[in-house]
């Protein structure tokens, strides 16, 4: 009998993959943990049924969040990560000599220890010195830090249920003042394709707007997400995503990467008509706000 693990897109769209195994199952504090053996996509997270990663295409959301605000900032030192309790965001950073501290903020930490032993290509780095790991609530740990950080990596599930609240105003005006005055945050954004999570996307992005001076979106395409098609927010207080973007210096690491290059990162920023326009939309009514 063949298992296969399913997740609805919409109430009328579904994404399946076939499951050889079933790794782990448990009911945490927050939410339903699973971690399967696929033989397309290796082994998947999923968090209250939802995809959160999947060994074969991980590498494109964990580079396109971290190395597109590096590029930009050359200064970044001191990094605050919020959820991303699999390990993909701080296994990018620590290959950064540069960066000195990195704050990781998850409120599970039965997925951290889920991940460690099912997905060490993920956790691999969770005990590098720089790494400090807090199992607390993202919303009061960030209230109590002022102008601390350099860049802010939001790595939170979609807007619903235990991650709602990183999605506020009061949330991102507290990402805000825990930067410093050049400081960066980036954010995953959902995808612009379906009804739902289009309006959830722009509620996000016009909250931001009103928040952050310098605001854009960038798109990569993720196959097991959404419509394989997933947008980033880069919100900051100096820099420009692309005018900003200092190609040479990035290049002289010599960082290997599977998706990300500079020339992509320019295009990330090229976005279809539709959504600009839906963009657009959402930056009118919030000048006028």
């Not at 033989?39 to 959301?61: A, C, H, K, Q």
């Not at 802010?152 to 005055?181: H, K, N």
Request: negative net charge; aromatic residues 12%; hydrophobic residues 40%.
């Amino acid at each position: 009998m063949e298992m296969w693990f399913s997740e609805y897109h919409t109430k009328d769209v579904k994404h399946s993959m076939r499951v050889q195994r079933h790794l782990y199952a448990q009911k945490s504090d927050y939410q339903q943990i699973d971690i399967f053996e696929t033989p397309e996509f290796g082994r998947v997270l999923t968090l209250d049924g939802n995809v959160m990663l999947t060994e074969r295409d991980e590498f494109i959301y964990d580079e396109m969040i971290t190395h597109v605000p590096m590029a930009v900032h050359t200064g970044i030192q001191d990094v605050l990560v919020i959820g991303a309790g699999d390990g993909g965001v701080v296994r990018e950073l620590t290959r950064y000599d540069r960066v000195r501290c990195i704050d990781l903020v998850e409120m599970d930490p039965l997925v951290v220890e889920a991940c460690r032993r099912f997905l060490p290509g993920n956790a691999c780095r969770m005990d590098d010195r720089r790494v400090h790991i807090y199992f607390e609530n993202a919303l009061r740990f960030i209230r109590r830090r002022e102008s601390k950080y350099d860049l802010i990596i939001v790595d939170s599930t979609d807007p619903f249920g235990p991650s709602e609240g990183l999605f506020t105003r009061e949330f991102y005006g507290s990402c805000y003042a825990a930067l410093r005055e050049d400081g960066i945050m980036v954010n995953q954004q959902g995808s612009p394709f379906y009804a739902d999570d289009a309006e959830a996307m722009k509620r996000s992005h016009k909250r931001i707007v009103n928040t952050f001076p310098i605001s854009k979106v960038y798109q990569a395409h993720i196959p097991t997400y959404a419509a394989g098609y997933w947008l980033f927010g880069f919100a900051s207080k100096k820099y420009h995503p692309t005018q900003n973007l200092d190609v040479k210096a990035w290049d002289a690491l010599n960082l290997r990467t599977r998706y990300y290059t500079p020339r992509l990162h320019v295009g990330a920023f090229a976005l279809p008509a539709f959504l600009e326009e839906m963009l657009k939309e959402v930056e009118t009514d919030a000048s006028g706000s």
